[in-house]
T-cell receptor
């Protein structure tokens, strides 16, 4: 089965609001990375975490290896935050080939 | 600063024709290099990775091959394209098996 379960699949936010994306893992992961894919298809690296929490501007991400999940919090959403967000996790027992979630399509509206 | 380039930007190819996609990284010596494929509307899947020049490991078999002829160059190719090869191909690099940075990608349509 899928090792990375990402939710929600789609999310609509009004400017200035916030929400959280989540990835649950069915196996032990050693690290997780979060990306934003824009309309051109470019993947922008947001965070890389081996554990704990990182924050950058309006974004914050947490990775809990023991409880097998990671979250990405977006606050004060802006129009340019629209896009598809992916988590990618590296299992401890593979060759570091990250497994990507199915993505969350975020639409930020005025 | 490191930069990553991919070429071509987009291709329309016929089934059965050959394909060669390129990726170069500037500003970083001996990077780890990766090829990913993304089906339209789908998620990403790693195809190949390379830790050093001349060595490439296959992750997923999709009737594609990859080579690393130079330290800063990664090539994805096939002699005969299939319809299922359509999608978005992304090259990525990492300084050493952790954070990966992606190139702009190549869109491929096989008809």
């Amino acid at each position: 089965g899928d090792q990375v379960e990402q939710s929600p699949s789609a999310l609509s936010l009004h400017e200035g609001t916030g929400s959280a994306l989540r990835c649950n893992f069915t196996t032990t992961m050693r690290a997780v990375q979060w990306f934003q894919q824009n309309s051109r298809g470019s993947l922008i690296n947001l965070f890389y975490l081996a554990s704990g929490t990182k924050e950058n501007g309006r974004l914050k991400s947490t990775f809990n290896s023991k409880e097998s999940y990671s979250t990405l919090h977006i606050r004060d959403a802006q129009l340019e935050d629209s896009g598809t967000y992916f988590c990618a996790a590296e299992a401890k027992d593979n060759n570091n080939a990250p497994r990507f979630g199915a993505g969350t399509k975020l639409s930020v509206k005025p | 600063a490191q930069t990553i380039h991919q070429w071509p930007v987009a291709e329309i190819k016929a089934v059965g024709s050959p394909l060669s996609l390129g990726c170069t990284i500037k500003g970083k010596s001996s990077p780890n290099l990766y090829w990913y494929w993304q089906a339209t509307g789908g998620t990403l899947q790693q195809l190949f990775y390379s830790i050093t020049v001349g060595q490439v490991e296959s992750v997923v078999q999709l009737n594609l091959s990859a080579s690393r002829p130079k330290d800063d160059q990664f090539i994805l190719s096939t002699e005969k394209l299939l319809l299922s090869h359509s999608g978005f191909y992304l090259c990525a690099w990492s300084p050493g098996g952790d954070t990966q940075y992606f190139g702009p990608g190549t869109r491929l349509l096989v008809l």
